[in-house]
């Protein structure tokens, strides 16, 4: 009785805590330079809203911080691909929107290279002032798109881009859309088996325990929340995001929990996926600060501390 009453104590303890400490919304006001993109020819270009109605098929959304290294063959095989499918398909339209999260290499000067080659219709670059963690950028990216789908790809080009396929597949499978709404997962599940006997024994027991805590306390059936390779309808993007608390590593998680709050259909759909060098991850201390915010997601929406709305990125 006497540990009942202690384990009470304490749950009661961490959701008081939960509650008090949480931020009610993550800003979501542009700084002045956030809210131009720089064209091919160096002018100012306004960023469009995702409040409008869209003007491309697909929008591409890289959420990039100190990846002038990495970039270039993500960028190289995204844009061979997607000038490929629009040769094909002349309807096809598409654009690529790089965040640079407020690098402090030359990620820009790297991305503004293609903007020049493939025109400001087609290759974006919005430079964050401060550094707003991944989930942040990738949002601020999602709100200045004009994709009727939105795509989230990882700058390191882990996922094979032409993998996009099976998302599309995997997201049209879902239809009938409710309101407009439906999101598809790349999904490094089926890869599993292998990355363990390339893993330690504490990698492993880590990767098991992240995942346990996902499956108990937010997402349940998505078996592998945090592959980059995730496909949104434009509703479905920003119902999500407008509502999204988390900017840093386990935005992904909140991001789905979010949408299994609305309803929103979700897929997860197996991709081809190579793990490359230069993660930001620091394996046991940034799957600490996830495990904490797992547990703050579930006891801040659980005690009215985070609610789901809508709002408008100024």
């Known amino acids: 009785a006497l540990l009942a009453a202690l384990a009470a104590f304490l749950l009661l303890l961490i959701c008081m805590i939960a509650y008090v400490t949480a931020i009610k919304m993550p800003t979501l006001h542009r700084h002045e330079e956030e809210k131009f993109f720089i064209d091919a020819e160096g002018r100012k270009e306004p960023v469009p809203s995702i409040h409008d109605p869209s003007t491309k098929e697909l929008s591409v959304v890289v959420p990039s911080y100190n990846e002038e290294d990495r970039l270039p063959r993500m960028m190289d095989e995204a844009l061979n691909y997607l000038e490929k499918r629009q040769k094909r398909d002349p309807s096809f339209t598409y654009e690529v929107i790089v965040v640079d999260d407020g690098s402090k290499d030359q990620t820009t000067k790297v991305a503004m290279k293609y903007c020049k080659k493939y025109g400001s219709d087609k290759v974006r670059v919005l430079s964050l002032v ?34 996009i396929e099976k998302v599309e597949e995997g997201l049209k499978n879902l239809q009938p859309w409710p309101n407009q709404m439906a999101i598809s997962c790349g999904s490094r599940a089926h890869l599993e088996k292998d990355s363990i006997a390339k893993r330690s024994y504490f990698r492993t027991l880590l990767m098991y325990g992240f995942h346990f805590l996902v499956w108990f306390l937010c997402v349940k059936e998505i078996r592998d929340t945090q592959c980059g390779f995730k496909l949104l309808t434009r509703e479905a993007a920003l119902r ?75």
């Not at 935005?251 to 060098?277: C, H, S």
């Not at 394996?283 to 009215?304: A, E, K, N, V």
Request: charged share 25%; with cysteine.
């Open 240 to 314: 999500t995001f407008s509502a999204l608390h988390i900017e840093r590593w386990a935005f992904d998680v909140e991001l789905l929990y979010i949408a299994q709050r609305l309803g929103i259909p979700i897929a997860e759909v197996a991709v081809n996926w190579t793990e490359i060098e230069g993660s930001k991850l620091v394996p046991f201390w940034s799957w600490l600060q996830m495990g904490r915010d797992l547990l703050f997601i579930r006891l801040r929406y659980m005690t009215g501390a985070w609610q789901l709305q809508t709002r408008k990125c100024n």
């Open 130 to 163: 401060k550094n707003r963690g991944k989930g942040g950028a990738v949002r601020m990216g999602v709100f200045s798109s004009r994709g009727g789908k939105i795509l989230m790809a990882d700058a390191d080009g882990a996922t094979k881009f032409a993998d």
